[in-house]
């Protein structure tokens, strides 16, 4: 039975990234995001199919501040 009286989450929230997303913002490693997924916060991460999904507040709860300078991703861009 559905509870329609219970608060529902936001799916459209903007603090809910795709793993490949938080990792891109964050720049670092899919790999990495992986080796991480017990330190972070009980109900931050968690996986829908084979896809994980992330908060930012767990994001910052592990990897803290965002390494916009020394992005994976910006350097690769610029050396192809």
């Known amino acids: 039975m559905i509870n329609l009286f219970k608060q ?3 799916l459209d929230d903007k603090n809910i990234l795709s793993s490949s997303d938080a990792c891109q913002e964050w ?5 990495t995001l992986r080796k ?4 972070f916060p009980y109900g ?3 996986k829908f199919g084979t896809s994980w999904v992330v908060t930012r507040e767990g994001m910052y709860a592990v990897f803290g ?3 916009i300078n020394r992005s994976y ?8």
């Open 8 to 10: 529902q989450p936001n």
């Open 27 to 31: 720049g670092i490693e899919a790999s």
């Open 36 to 39: 991480r997924i017990d330190d």
């Open 44 to 46: 931050t991460i968690r």
């Open 65 to 67: 501040e965002k390494r």
């Open 73 to 80: 991703f910006s350097w690769k861009s610029k050396r192809e």
